[in-house]
């Protein structure tokens, strides 16, 4: 590499070192068991958009059900997931190329809890936080990132 080359690749390195971040903090860690099925409720107090929540729901169930997670009927479900939506801001498309990080920050921000369906008996709790603060990536894809952070913690593997 050139000295002409070194301003570029550190900008590069900046502007991607803050792109789409998913994390969780897990307050009771859920241990799942063999034959789980999940039925999912979505309390949207932080005001999601009605295309956001489409595509929130949209990669829940996907992702519940490549898993084998899903059940059938929510009726049939052994395990109740509860989501609140706590925030939901999302920068409009325009302003997130021009502003980039001078634009604010998207994010969504919920707390998830497993109960028994037979009895409400909280099995696991989580709080679940993404963001993007860059140009970079979409709102599409950081509300699909937060939907597979919550599986993740169904299924046992979050860190």
Request: charged fraction near 20%.
């Amino acid at each position: 590499m050139n000295r002409k080359q070194a301003p570029f690749l550190l900008i590069l390195l900046l502007s991607l070192g803050g792109c789409i971040g998913t994390s969780s903090q897990v307050i009771d860690r859920y241990a799942p068991t063999a034959g789980d099925k999940f039925s999912y409720t979505i309390d949207n107090s932080g005001g999601m958009s009605e295309e956001a929540l489409g595509i929130f729901r949209s990669k829940l169930d996907s992702e519940l059900s490549a898993s084998g997670l899903l059940a059938a009927t929510p009726g049939s479900a052994a395990r109740r997931v509860e989501i609140h939506v706590t925030t939901y801001r999302m920068r409009h498309g325009a302003a997130r190329g021009l502003l980039g990080v001078m634009a604010g920050k998207d994010s969504i921000q919920s707390t998830v809890r497993v109960t028994d369906a037979a009895g409400g008996r909280v099995l696991g709790s989580t709080e679940v936080q993404s963001g993007n603060a860059t140009a970079m990536g979409t709102s599409h894809g950081l509300i699909e990132g937060h939907a597979k952070e919550i599986v993740q913690f169904l299924r046992g593997t979050t860190n």
